[in-house]
């Protein structure tokens, strides 16, 4: 089952539909502001390990809570259960990697925080680069069922999605399992959120690639759903 959001809005029982862009906003900055509070109330020494994390937590949520439903043409209504189930998860997600990181501290100097490091900054930048595709095919999408009075539909093309039909979320599955190996491998709080993600993610490319091919006569053969040449 893919949490009733975005193309799977709405198939709930019920429909208990919130407006897609303040409900995103509010369940996505619940997390960076119980972070902040986590590690005010318990005064880390803000080594060079607690402050690129940290760092790291703020950069990636700024830009899921404000600045991308501010560049989204659109939203899709968000379920109220999807809504509050989010809230929770986000303020316990983002109170136990703030004490996580309050109360641990670690060598930079490890080779494998600086290769966690990479790994996150990668899937944070191919996630805004795969978003502007989106952004430009939704902007294209609207602009066109105004002109033509129909639904339109376009099949995304550049960078993994020549590759993949869910780069984005390949991309945020690579950010957050490079997150938790920047933390030296035994941060649980860290391990639980990427295996989170990934878990509610690729369920969620797998129908979103099965839907591009029932609608596409001429989709790409080769493409997998969510992570190249595999799966």
Same mark, same amino acid.
């Given at each position: ?9 709405? /198939?709930?029982?019920?429909? #208990? ?9 509010v369940m996505e900055v619940v997390s960076p502001v119980v972070f902040a509070i986590s590690l005010a109330i318990t005064r880390p020494r803000w080594t060079s390990f607690q402050i690129i994390l940290s760092s790291a937590w703020m950069v990636h949520y700024i ?18 259960? =999807?809504?509050?189930?989010?809230? %929770? ?24 925080? #600086?290769?966690?490091? =990479? ?8 996630n805004i680069y795969h978003d502007n595709i989106l952004f430009k095919l939704r902007s294209k999408k609207k602009k066109e069922e105004k002109?033509?009075?129909?639904? /339109? ?22 950010? #957050? ?30 129908? =979103?690639? %099965?839907?591009? /091919? /029932? ?9 997998? %759903? ?6």
């Open positions: 089952m893919n949490a009733p959001y975005g193309r799977f809005a709405g /198939k709930l029982a019920v429909d #208990w539909s919130l407006n897609g862009k303040w409900s995103w906003f830009n899921r809570s404000i600045i991308y439903p501010y560049r989204a043409s659109s939203m899709a209504p968000i379920h109220v259960l =999807t809504f509050l189930c989010s809230v %929770a998860f986000n303020v316990i997600n983002g109170y136990t990697n703030g004490m996580w990181v309050a109360r641990h501290s670690n060598s930079i100097a490890n080779p494998q925080f #600086w290769l966690g490091m =990479t790994l996150w900054a990668a899937g944070f930048f191919s002109e033509e009075g129909e639904k /339109k539909y376009f099949i995304p093309h550049g960078g993994l999605f020549e590759y993949i039909s869910c780069p984005n979320y390949f991309s945020e599955s690579v950010e #957050w399992t490079g997150y938790a190996l920047a933390t030296s491998g035994y941060n649980w709080p860290a391990i639980l959120f990427a295996a989170a993600t990934a878990s509610n993610l690729y369920p969620r490319a797998w129908r =979103t690639h %099965a839907w591009y /091919k /029932k609608q596409f006569d001429n989709y790409p053969s080769t493409r997998k %759903a969510v992570i190249p040449f595999v799966l």
